[in-house]
DNA sequence: TATTGTTATACTCTATAACTATA
DNA sequence: TATAGTTATAGAGTATAACAATA
């Protein structure tokens, strides 16, 4: 059902078919992170502070996440109040300056990143139905597409 | 500075690398989608509309948009109206039931959305980096995968 | 004085419930 | 009676402005 109108140029035929998979073509497929948050009972933002957190660090500012999330320094106050009171961050004080509070995960913030990350990376059905070796084709230049971001 | 990880299974690695590309991963690259739609001053949720709305069609009933969309028929409304107030949308009667109403492109739709699909198929800078014949294999095998979807 | 994070507040996005018109 | 869309309303998500503590 995913329309095959190819262009001219390979490029523009890769990106849409990739737009496509993820679920951002007109296809209607469901896409894959908001359905995580959801199923984990995460918005898709407070998902995303998750997976930047790292198991075992020490933290991130919480300027730093709201930085990288687009997203105003008082709403990230908010979200990390909302994943504190489920346990699943805490706020540390920062050795070097005292303004500054640092998000770590929580063990059960581990546990639930873990099973989220496990559902995000879950090859979707077109993927696992392509050979071994377009698989792998396939990964390869693709691992090359994304090293090559500015 | 994408997190080259690999892990032993292709299927998964290629998938790690696709939401790596638009935005997903934890690579911090800005996703697209939301962007475009910001640009064009419109929610992600009234661009996909936008985007399923076929230029020179005669429209789709408001319950259908809403279904792909997964969101409530109310909220159908409320985008519908807004659409509707920047002259980019039409309500038309159903020729067979009176009850549904199906909603169109005006002439200055068609050119937003227009303007909108070429931005959101130019193919990232990652793709562009690829040699042609990268880029052929990689639309083939992204083709073949978004085709097998069930 | 400038910066990190918080509080109070308001605005936007989205859903639920009750309603109207048609089937 | 059931269905398509609308209206009224309430709840999430998110930002702006003013503020406290630290630099």
Redesign the interface.
Same mark, same amino acid.
């Given at each position: 059902m +995913?329309s #095959?109108k #190819?262009s001219t $140029? /390979? !490029?523009? $035929? !890769?990106?849409?078919?990739?737009? $496509?998979?993820?679920g951002?073509g007109?296809?209607?497929? #469901?896409p894959?992170?908001p359905t995580v948050a959801m199923e984990l009972d995460l918005s898709p933002k407070q998902l995303a502070v998750l997976?930047?957190l790292e198991p075992g660090g020490e933290g991130l500012p919480m300027g730093t996440i709201a930085a990288?999330l %687009?997203c105003d320094a008082s709403y990230m106050t908010d979200m990390v109040d909302r994943l504190e009171q489920r346990e699943l961050t805490e706020r540390r004080p920062s050795p070097g300056d005292r303004r500054v509070k640092l998000v770590a995960l929580t063990e059960q913030g581990e546990q639930l990143r873990e099973r989220a990350l496990r559902m995000? %990376?879950? /090859? /979707? /059905?077109?993927? &696992? +139905? *392509?050979s071994?070796e &377009?698989?792998? #084709? *396939?990964?390869t230049? *693709?691992?090359?597409? +994304? +090293? !090559? &971001?500015?």
């Open positions: +995913a #095959t #190819t $140029d /390979p !490029a523009v $035929d !890769a990106w849409t078919a990739i737009l $496509d998979l993820v951002w007109s296809s209607g497929r #469901t894959r992170f997976w930047r990288s %687009y995000l %990376y879950m /090859p /979707p /059905p077109g993927i &696992e +139905a *392509l071994r &377009e698989q792998s #084709t *396939l990964a230049l *693709l691992a090359k597409a +994304a +090293a !090559a &971001e500015d």
